[in-house]
């Protein structure tokens, strides 16, 4: 057992991981975890029974729980988790990867909202070769967002985590910046009202705060100051 | 509460709702002194725990109420049937995510105020699985057979100082305390008598710092004391140093991994399995199973209090070659010990 998390944001939830049963064990003795592993309970099982998703004969889950614990054990996946602390060109592979998993499964509704993952970030991400498998669904949610929010946020995230001392990308990150917003952008084509923008992923953060709840200020991608948005709009006009 | 605990609680004192006095109740430890303790309780007439705290002494106030406090109770991944002891329980931060876990859990400690306090929170949560016993761990004797779940956290390292702990007044301060009896054998005793206290297969969780903290060869001071280079030198050299700065001898005890284990083992435990925490045990950020590599680690000193500073940035790095290149957990700053009877 190892403890990976302690109650990262004051979420309450404890994370651990069991190489030797394969496990990701969460826990919480708090009302807010408990509601928040509830949640990714759905947001696992939403997601292993998409049609598209390979990896669901591997999945399975076990709950220990009464009216003030809860302990989620789900299988934990081959592979690496992935690191939010290295660059955007460093994750751009991985980034790539986990965008083709995205539109593989994620299934679209003309003309409808879609499920959230609402924390679809390279650390939520282990990916083994070219297998990716999404974890981490506190804050899964059902109809509610257009299709492709997820990908966009993923980019945005990475892309706050590299900008530089000046505000800015280097030339790398930039080139892979340009480079996962065109496809993401080409992905985007049929989803009405909802673009690869920073001002568009902000606009349904801010008008969907529910789903986030008190996370949401910690979100990385609405902690962009305003000469870094500057900036994002400059590169986003190239 | 089940028929031998019932029997057992039988003997004492009732004293409140939930609070049993035991005939070995004299003696106190708290960060608190006598009179901030009262006038805590006394707040609690108008206010919630919660708010007590804040008002009174906001600067302890994660000590209390930190969820991140109980995660090492993940490594005994209950069943949720098992009678559990929390010898040392002060103001409930295992105590009360166990009760939440457990079928039954029994606090014990000296002091009579930390237990008002604890019962408060109880009562807030809606908690009833609990009864408290207002004792002396190095008097009481614990029921045999009794308990599947024994925690002493943070605990063992206090019992040889028999006098009363105001910490206020015993950190830095030079003051003259009583003392008697070696400190390995008091801390020998208590932990036979916890032992016996267990069912066959029951567990101990100890969570105690690491006596080669490897910040403790960097001129931190001693987290019990607050002297410097008393954990890592030999025992009587530490008393010179005690005896120099603080007028008294060296008797909060720790010991390294091995010597911990050690004192297990000779206090009857069969199956001993430690774990290395960091930045301590009592927010522990990151747990490894003693030796083990574990991938997500990252070095815990610079971010403690959310600053910068040179000396926090030189303890990142040293930590970064120690434990992250190196693997070596022998200066991990704390551990916590899962001990089989």
Not at chain 1, 89 to 105: F, M, Q, R, T
Not at chain 1, 158 to 171: E, Y
């Amino acid at each position: 057992m190892k403890l990976i998390t302690n109650s990262s944001h004051g979420n309450g939830i404890y994370t651990f991981i069991n190489e030797n049963d394969k496990l990701i064990i969460k826990s919480s003795s708090t009302k807010k975890g408990i509601t928040s592993l509830k949640r990714e309970l759905l947001g696992y099982k939403w997601y292993f029974n998409l049609e598209n998703n390979k990896n669901y004969k591997s999945f399975f889950y076990k709950v220990f729980s009464n009216k003030k614990y809860y302990r989620l054990s789900v299988s934990l996946f081959k592979g690496e988790i992935g690191n939010s602390n290295l660059s955007l060109s460093d994750n751009y592979l991985l980034i790539l990867n986990a965008i083709e998993h995205y539109v593989s499964i994620w299934p679209k509704k003309k003309n409808k909202f879609v499920a959230l993952h609402g924390d679809f970030s390279v650390g939520n991400i282990i990916y083994n070769k070219q297998n990716v498998v999404i974890i981490d669904w506190e804050h899964f949610a059902n109809n509610c967002a257009p299709w492709g929010f997820d990908l966009v946020n993923i980019l945005y995230e990475s892309a706050f985590f590299s900008m530089g001392l000046k505000n800015k990308l280097s030339d790398r990150n930039l080139k892979c910046f340009l480079l996962l917003r065109n496809k993401i952008s080409e992905f985007l084509k049929d989803v009405p009202n909802f673009k690869c923008s920073l001002e568009n992923l902000n606009d349904f953060i801010m008008k969907n705060e529910k789903i986030w709840g008190n996370i949401i200020v910690k979100l990385p991608v609405l902690k962009f100051t305003s000469k870094q948005k500057m900036y994002i709009k400059e590169i986003e006009n190239i | 509460m089940n028929k031998k605990l019932n029997k057992f609680f039988l003997k004492f004192l009732k004293q409140t709702d939930k609070i049993y006095t035991h005939p070995s109740n004299e003696g106190y430890w708290s960060n608190l002194s006598k009179e901030e303790n009262k006038d805590l309780i006394k707040l609690l007439e108008k206010h919630t725990t919660r708010e007590a705290v804040s008002i009174k002494m906001p600067m302890i106030f994660d000590v209390i109420f930190s969820e991140k406090r109980s995660v090492g109770l993940e490594l005994l991944n209950l069943s949720g049937k098992e009678v559990a002891i929390d010898l040392g329980c002060m103001w409930g931060a295992i105590t009360i995510p166990l009760a939440k876990q457990v079928d039954y859990v029994v606090g014990v400690d000296q002091t009579i105020e930390s237990l008002k306090f604890t019962e408060a929170r109880l009562n807030e949560e809606g908690i009833k699985n609990v009864s408290f016993l207002n004792a002396n761990l190095r008097d009481l004797v614990i029921p045999e057979k009794t308990f599947d779940i024994a925690i002493v956290n943070g605990v063992l390292e206090w019992l040889p100082e028999i006098e009363d702990v105001e910490l206020g007044n015993y950190w830095y301060k030079r003051i003259k305390r009583k003392a008697h009896g070696n400190p390995r054998d008091i801390q020998l005793d208590f932990l036979k008598n916890v032992n016996q206290g267990l069912i066959d297969g029951g567990r101990l969780m100890l969570a105690i710092e690491n006596r080669y903290d490897y910040k403790m060869f960097f001129g931190t001071r001693d987290p019990h004391t607050g002297t410097l280079f008393t954990t890592i030198s030999p025992r009587w050299i530490a008393n010179i140093i005690s005896l120099i700065f603080r007028k008294r001898e060296y008797r909060p005890w720790i010991y390294s991994f091995n010597g911990t284990k050690k004192l297990l083992m000779e206090a009857g435990y069969s199956d001993v399995t430690l774990h290395s925490c960091w930045p301590d045990y009592r927010h522990p950020e990151f747990i490894t199973k003693y030796g083990e590599v574990n991938n997500y680690f990252s070095p815990t000193s610079s971010i403690r209090n959310g600053k910068r500073t040179i000396k926090g940035i030189i303890a990142n790095r040293v930590e970064w070659l120690l434990f992250k290149v190196c693997n070596f957990q022998f200066f991990a700053p704390s551990m916590i010990i899962i001990a089989k009877k």
